[in-house]
């Protein structure tokens, strides 16, 4: 007996079995087939928990800046010897922080499998497009049934990227 190959886009993998998220070698995050009401396509916020991760990113910052103001106040009351090395250790905190909070509220696309019991965000790890989506999607709806939705913020782009990934 011949097992069906899964489709796998960037880190997504769709088969018989269900949909899965890989990580380093391993599934970081699997749905069951079994479990799974329907696959949507989302543009949202990257963060798995946006809100948390901008305040983690915030407070990264202005714990950065504070250290700076305290350590350039501590050596202008008459510490001497080299405010610009220490207060320049700032700066990669001042660079995470940003990070933290550009990686939580940039934009992206990314499939979020609906079960009974509630949801599960899957992210592609790569630069993706809507033709590439609707193609490996239309083609897991076609081999295992999967119900696809699309939540996009131009309904009208995806809804045509679908059609012409099904016309084939």
Known sequence: ??????????????????????????HAVFVPRAEIAAIEVRHGLAGVRPVLH?????????????????L???FDAGFSGGAAPLSGACVPLVLLGAYVVWFAL???????????????????????????????????QRRYGYVVRWIVLEPRVAKTAYRSATSD
Do not use: K, N, Q, Y
């Not at 499939?111 to 989506?133: K, N, P, Y």
């Open 1 to 26: 007996m011949v097992r069906d190959v899964p489709l796998r886009f960037l880190a997504i993998e769709l088969g018989p079995d269900g949909v899965a998220e890989w990580g380093d070698r391993a």
């Open 106 to 140: 940039r934009p992206t696309l990314h499939l979020r499998v609906r079960t009974r019991r509630g949801a599960c965000a899957m992210r592609f790890h790569g630069e993706t497009d809507l033709e590439s989506i609707a193609t490996i999607l239309a083609e897991a």
């Open 54 to 70: 901008a305040l983690v990113g915030v407070a990264i910052l202005v714990g950065a800046v504070v250290l700076a103001v305290a």
């Open 72 to 74: 350039g106040g501590a």
